[in-house]
Each structure stands twice: as C-alpha cells, then as structure tokens.
C-alpha cells in the first residue's frame, strides 16, 4: 500500500536534542532514541530510532482526534531526525474490521470500496496538514499471510486454543501481561468490553484473552490458513507488522490514549511471547483524546469534525495544525470553534513577522523551540516562545543594529523543520 507525499524538511544549524516522553508503562520522562539491540537497523549510521504507530480503521473520513494523534506521532518524528537520528517508521491500515464491514452494509457498498475510498481520504488529509508519512505504510489484508505465520508461532509456543473455530491467545502465556497499561484485572476486564473485546464470552480460559482468528461467518471476507479459513484479530495484526517490518525488539510504539489498553497490551504480549524477547517496545507513548460535545470525538457516537470537512470550507490546513499544536499531547480536551479562531489569528501573525525584511536574532528562539520539544514535546512552550518572537518583531522592539535579514529566514525554517507549519504558504 502506499502512503502520501513528503513536504520537504528545511535543514537546521546545529543539532536538537534527544527527546524525553512520558512512557506509559513507567509512567515517567524517558529518553526515546536507539534502544532495540535486535533490531534490523543495529550499527546503522546515523543511528536508526524504529517507531510504529497504530493506523486507521477507514471506515469513515479523518476526524480532529486522528489527526491530533498523528500530529503528535509527526512531531516525534521531526524531533528525532532533528536529533541526528533516521527514523523508521511504519503505520498500519486496518482495512479489514467489523465497523468496516458494518458501514459497507449499511451503505450497501463492497467493503474494499469503503477501505479504498477512506484511505485515500486520509492520505489527502495527512498530506494537506504537512504529516510526514510513514517509510511503510501497510494494509492488513496485504500482511494476512504475516499474520498467520506469527499465529502459527504463538501456537507452537503452547500459547493458543480453540473455541468453536475461533483461535485465542491465552493471556497465561504472558506473566508480564498488564505491565504497559498499569491496570489491574477488574479494569482490564471492564475496558476490554467497551473496546472490542468479549471478556464474557463463554468457554474462554480467562475473560482477557484475546481473539487472533476469527473463524470465517457468512458474508465475511475471509483467507485461508492452517486454522481453517477466517480473519485475524485486531491485536496480532499490528504485532505481525510491526514485527516484519522493523525487527523484534522496536524503540516506540503509540497510538491513541485509548489504545493503552487493551490494543498495545495484547499486541506486545503476542510479540514477547512469540520471540521470547521483552519488552516489546522500549516506548509506549499514548496521545490524549479530542472532545466535542462534552464527549471523545467518535465515530460510533457521531460527534464528530472532519479535517476534510474544515478544509472544504477554506480553512488554511497551517491553521488546523496550529490548533491541534497548541495543546500538550498528552492532554484531553474540548475542540470548538474559538480553538480555530485562535489558531487563524496565530498564523496571521506569525506569517507577518516572517515577511519582515529585518527581525530580532532567531538562533535563542531556536534553542527554546528545540528544548520545549524535547521535553515531554511541550507543544504550548514551543508555540508561546514563537509567540515572544513574533511580538518583538512586529513591534520592532529589538534595536536596529541587532536586527537581521536572515532571522526571519531561520524563523520560518524552524517553524517549518520542528512544528511542521509552512509559514511561506497562504492559501486562497
């Protein structure tokens, strides 16, 4: 599958630092950078930082919790290559699912059409907001034969088991189970209901273990395999593909807030116990979750702001990501329609300033937006110290023997290399 195009990344002078994140599974600042002893990449110079992060079910059009998310993800990007490092990094698709297929129902459309029709959406989207795109980007009907084989291992390692036709992984088999997201059973259990798990249903050896393979069921899209012919399950799709592509031991895996628990738990567990190696990913980084209406922004629930949306009414895609920029990522809050306002006004500014013949010195500017970045990505450090800038030089404040014609050049390449937002581009 192929993902979008890449904006191009100005070069900056000198080097940022290496970022700290707050892991979700120490629940602490950490270091993020090469850590995967295994990994495909070991001794690659400049050093290689492996990094997944959990893709769409393209069901439906990108909505502003997406693409806070993928923000984030594009932003740990940018930090790390800005920090000397080459990134890997592969996003999935899961272009084969219940709501899919339910939503192709409903419409009375073949389901490969809704994943098509979404997909390319999304990559427009991604595009139009400056993401910078995955080095792979992969459908999980394309990784099917991937998933069966890494099934077919978990199997042999004694960690699977039947029930009526359907394939479990035995949550048994991973004595670590739980560590990523911190939760006790009785939380696991009641999250694992509300997020696409069946903790209730009957036979299972222990209510968390989750579904690999579903057995094939009439009207369903179905592949063959050593088990009989059926689908995979949500979790193991991400283990087989992150597993194939970047080796068993990754530096990051994120996703959304929401997927703590139970998705990058079962995923990690699947993987730890088919390779025998722990943990699974040095990282887990988890995003917060956008509102509307007092409620996540969600798909089921309908409340919901399309980025497609915003862009068919003319609204500067720079704006859109300022918006989403001016929250911490690891922060839940409400979308509305003065987040906009502000965002526009910002950019207003800012596009201002750059077109300056002559402004302050940029290079401490550039220190503060790398520092605030690397620290937990501090997003509203960044954007407030551009802010200071920006102040100076409209009100022209620094004295004419320090001004410079090149700051505003070296302003608007870093907005551009470290926050992702073209300040050279005004759109129409």
Known sequence: MHSWPACPVPTLPGRGQRPRLVDTATGRLEPVGPGAPAGIDAGAEPPVVTMYVCGITPYDATHLGHAFTYLTYDLVNRVLRDAGYRVRYVQNVTDVDDPLLERAARDGVGWEDVAVRETDLFRADMAALRVLPPEHYVGVVEAVPLIVDMISELAAAGATY?????????????????????????????????????????????????????????????????????????????????????????????????????????SSAHAEVATGRNPFA???????????????????????????????????????????????????????????????????????????????????????????????????????????????????????????????????????????????????
């Not at 502000?342 to 220190?367: C, F, I, K, Q």
């Not at 450090?381 to 320090?402: I, K, M, N």
């Open 162 to 266: 039947s029930l009526d036709g359907d394939v479990y992984f035995s949550v048994a088999a991973a004595p670590r189970f739980g560590y990523v997201s911190g939760l006790d059973a009785a939380a696991m259990r009641e999250l694992s209901a509300e997020r696409g798990g069946d903790p209730d249903r009957r036979g299972k050896k222990d209510p968390l273990d989750p579904l690999l393979w579903r057995a094939e069921r009439p009207g369903e899209p179905s592949w063959p395999s050593p088990f009989g012919p059926g689908r995979p399950g949500w979790h193991i799709e991400c283990s087989a593909i992150a597993r194939h592509y970047l080796g068993d031991v990754i530096d990051l895996q994120g996703g959304g807030a929401d997927l703590a628990f139970p998705h990058h738990e079962c």
């Open 282 to 428: 040095h990282r887990y980084v988890h995003s917060g979750m956008v509102e509307l209406d007092g409620h996540k922004m969600s798909k089921s629930r309908g409340n919901l702001e399309f980025v497609s949306r915003l862009l068919g009414r003319g609204v500067d895609p720079a704006a859109i990501r300022l918006a989403l920029l001016a929250h911490s990522y690891r922060e839940d809050w409400e979308w509305t329609p003065a987040e906009l306002a502000a965002a526009e006004a910002r950019l207003a500014r800012w596009r201002a300033a750059v077109a300056l013949p002559t402004a302050p010195d940029a290079t401490g500017l550039l220190a503060e937006v790398r520092a605030a970045l690397a620290t937990g990505l501090d997003t509203p450090a960044a954007l407030a110290a551009v802010d200071r800038w920006v102040d100076g030089a409209l009100a022209a404040s620094a004295p004419p023997e320090s001004d410079d014609t090149d700051t505003p050049v070296l302003t608007r390449m870093l907005v551009d290399a470290l926050l992702g937002v073209d300040l050279d581009v005004v759109q129409t």
